[in-house]
């Protein structure tokens, strides 16, 4: 399982793409990852699919409600 630190790294990351517009290279260092592509690799092993798909599939179920 995650430890707690890594479940909040998630949530802050799910909620950074969601919530914001900022790109991935933004919240990959405001949440300290060494580099971008480590951050979407982390997260996408973590939640299964990768940060870009995530905020474009949740993004719109968002807006659609």
């Known amino acids: 399982g ?5 479940m ?3 949530d802050s990351f799910k909620s950074m793409l969601l919530w914001t ?6 919240i ?6 060494a580099t971008p592509n ?4 982390c997260f996408k ?3 299964g699919i990768a ?3 995530y905020r ?3 993004q719109l179920k968002l807006l659609q409600q």
């Open 28 to 33: 990959a260092a405001v949440l300290g990852f």
């Open 8 to 10: 909040c790294i998630r």
């Open 56 to 58: 474009q599939r949740h």
């Open 38 to 41: 480590y951050a979407s690799r």
């Open 21 to 26: 517009d900022q790109p991935i290279t933004e």
């Open 2 to 6: 995650l430890v707690g630190s890594e």
């Open 45 to 47: 092993k973590i939640v």
């Open 51 to 53: 940060p870009q798909q």
